[in-house]
């Protein structure tokens, strides 16, 4: 294989990862160096003059003239008879200067230096691609379905970039077929051995954020700051927005007339139910909106153990806790305090936990999960329904009312 034939063959490389001619003049440069210092022991007294653009290569080996029989480095001496078969009229001391032909280092060497160039081209290829995508964390990106696994699916975008939506980054409602596009953000980025490995999220609070930047004008230019997101995908997510104008009404301009601008979100989103709710310094006032739809009656808060016991009617009660315990669970991640629901007039009940001594702790939580703090909290509830809500057995919590009914009986 002539000089010439290996760079035609790499320019295929060349033109289709488009590497621009400064990269690939050093890719050659280091791919010869290494095949020399494998075949002379090292490559100092060789110059390598590349052409990309035309495809030429020369190898030129420089070596000083010695007297025949004084040759004690091979790589770096000639003898005065062999440099006289170069030119005629050389003379002890000189520098010889000696093409080297790519077929001079043999055939395995050519076709590992052939493989090692494909090797160096993937590997520059690779870290690009990491390093554009890197950049691209926590951002809207559009890809299509090309393969779908069990466990995830498999995108690609028109450069041909693989990227990957695991089954836990999914909303639960999402289906795909090849060639659907899909939105996502690109929630992390990895070199896996020399392969960037890119991970697309559709369950990230940022996804929905990112969203509200991209459908509303208004967060896109800042006037409005999205201050925190919290989600069950699929289900539910609370929005807490706000804004340094206040001519801007910053609730109505996120949902839009009769919910314009956020139903587009919405649908993206699998039917996610999103309450957009103004954010406030005032702990009280923030802790009453997050629990939106619930009229709230009053609150009493704890700053050192980060709980809210809030008071409502009755019947405000289902409606602060929500389908599945949603509502409850959100708006306590969202103001970051725990919230235990009483009913106006509980004075005359009783705390699950005064139960601990017969009531185990676990099963406790379970209930407190669903929003139910209290003794007639959970003798209000059909035992049925709390089997649907909680991770409980029927006779695990059938054990637990005979225990709360005693104590009222008594």
């Known amino acids: 294989m002539e000089n010439l034939a290996l760079i035609d063959s790499f320019s295929e490389f060349k033109d289709d990862k488009l ?7 050093a890719i050659l440069e280091d791919v010869f160096r290494n095949a020399l210092k494998k075949k002379y022991g090292s490559d100092d007294n060789f110059d390598i003059i590349i052409n990309p653009d035309k495809g030429d ?7 000083v003239v010695v007297a025949d029989g004084e040759v004690e480095e091979p790589n770096e001496e000639i003898s005065l008879t062999e440099a006289r078969k170069i030119e005629a009229d050389f003379e002890i001391g000189e520098d010889v200067s000696e093409e080297v032909k790519l077929i001079d280092l043999g055939r395995r060497s050519i076709l590992a230096l052939r493989q090692n160039l494909i090797s160096k081209i993937h590997e520059h290829d690779n870290t690009n691609i990491y390093k554009q995508f ?30 990957i939506l695991p089954k836990d980054k999914q909303i639960p409602s999402d289906f795909f077929r090849k060639g659907d596009n899909v939105r996502g953000i690109i929630e992390s980025v990895e070199l896996k051995g020399n392969k960037p490995a ?58 839009g007339m009769k919910g314009s601008r956020i139903h587009g979100i ?50 405000e009660v289902s409606k602060a806790i929500g389908r599945g315990g949603h509502n409850i ?76 009914k005693e104590e009222f009986e008594e």
């Open 57 to 63: 290569l020369e190898i030129w080996r420089n070596r």
């Open 329 to 404: 669970r959100l708006a306590g991640q969202l103001t970051g305090y725990e919230i235990d629901v009483l009913r106006e007039g509980a004075e005359e009940d009783v705390e699950l936990r005064e139960f601990s001594d017969e009531i185990e702790g676990w099963i406790i939580d379970e209930f407190r999960k669903i929003g139910l703090d209290t003794a007639k909290s959970v003798l209000e509830q059909d035992i049925h329904d709390l089997v649907k809500r909680t991770d409980l057995e029927e006779e695990t919590i059938a054990e637990v009312i005979n225990i709360l």
């Open 266 to 315: 919405v649908r993206e989103l699998g039917n996610e139910n999103i309450d957009v709710i103004n954010y406030t310094n005032n702990l009280q006032l923030f802790i009453t909106r997050a629990l939106s739809p619930a009229k709230v009656t009053s609150i009493k808060l704890n700053e050192e153990t980060k709980r809210a016991e809030v008071i409502l009617r009755p019947e």
């Open 198 to 255: 890119i991970i697309m999220s559709r369950a990230n609070p940022l996804f929905l954020e990112k969203l509200f930047e991209q459908e509303i004008p208004e967060v896109f230019d800042g006037l409005i700051t999205v201050k925190k997101v919290v989600r069950i995908p699929g289900e539910k997510a609370k929005v807490a927005v706000d804004s340094y104008d206040d001519r801007i009404d910053p609730v109505g301009a996120c949902v």
């Open 19 to 25: 590497i621009d001619r400064v990269t690939l003049m």
């Open 134 to 163: 890197k950049e691209l964390e926590g951002e809207i990106y559009t890809a299509e379905v090309h393969h779908i696994r069990h466990r995830a699916v498999i995108l690609l975008d028109d450069e041909g970039n693989e990227i």
